[in-house]
């Protein structure tokens, strides 16, 4: 069955400070992946998405992920942290058709100023 | 545009009642899903749609009824509430393949 693991549960940084998310999925063949952010007590906003092509994909505020297939990983980064990051990160894949996500456990990003 | 709306945003139930959650959008888009949000667990798909009148069960199911009887509606319907299903539920809508997909500000139900 098709699933997405995003191992860290909790993650704190320090303002500025560099970030990596991971996020690892199960499946066949190769998904549409995404990285939302949802912030305290909010809905959902998609951050980037990768379909096919160039395996770095740049997303808004300023997020970046990189599918690699040879590890079934699609791993969120962003250089600098900024308080306002301070938020939960869902990796998803969408692998039997657009609309219907899989989504991963979250990851929860906390940020010291 | 409002883009997708739920209502209500707040909502306690008894065991045994039902209730139906509310999903609009007025983006025109064909595919809608529902979706329940629990702590650890991510969210995971309910019901979705892939049209008027076309309708399909997600991973959760159980519990759950959907139509689509307009492409701006997708309500989600609770027949007989259990505790299981206290939950944060959010409705999507996307316009198809290569176009993002749209959350709903969500709905919080408690279910005594």
């Known amino acids: 069955a098709q699933s997405v693991t995003q191992p860290d549960i909790h993650i704190t940084v320090s303002e500025g400070a560099s970030l990596e998310l991971r996020c690892n999925y199960s499946?066949?063949?190769?998904?549409?992946l995404f990285w939302y952010v949802q912030s305290p007590g909010q809905g959902l906003q998609l951050l980037l998405k990768?379909?096919?092509?160039?395996?770095l994909v740049q997303g808004i505020k300023g997020f970046e992920a990189e599918f690699k297939r040879s590890q079934s990983s699609f791993n969120l980064r962003k250089p600098s942290v900024h308080w306002s990051d301070a938020a939960e990160y869902f990796c998803?894949?969408?692998?039997?058709?657009?609309?219907?996500?899989?989504f991963g456990a979250g990851t929860r990003l906390a940020v010291h100023p | 545009n409002a883009g997708v709306t739920q209502t209500p945003k707040f909502q306690v139930l008894k065991t045994g009642q039902s209730m139906t959650l509310q999903c609009a959008q007025d983006?025109?888009?064909?595919?809608m899903s529902w979706y329940r949000q629990d702590p650890g667990m991510g969210l995971r798909l309910i019901h979705y749609?892939?049209?008027?009148?076309?309708?399909d069960q997600g991973e959760v199911p159980n519990g759950y009824n959907v139509s689509r009887s307009t492409t701006e509606d997708f309500p989600l319907r609770l027949l007989s509430a259990a505790p299981s299903q206290t939950s944060v539920y959010f409705c999507?809508?996307?316009?198809?393949?290569?176009?993002?997909?749209?959350f709903g500000p969500g709905t919080r139900l408690t279910v005594t």
């Open positions: 999507a809508s996307t316009i198809g393949q290569g176009s993002d997909q749209y």
């Open positions: 499946y066949g063949a190769t998904p549409y």
């Open positions: 990768y379909f096919s092509g160039d395996t």
């Open positions: 998803a894949v969408a692998p039997g058709g657009y609309n219907k996500l899989i």
């Open positions: 983006m025109n888009h064909e595919y």
């Open positions: 749609s892939v049209g008027a009148g076309i309708t």
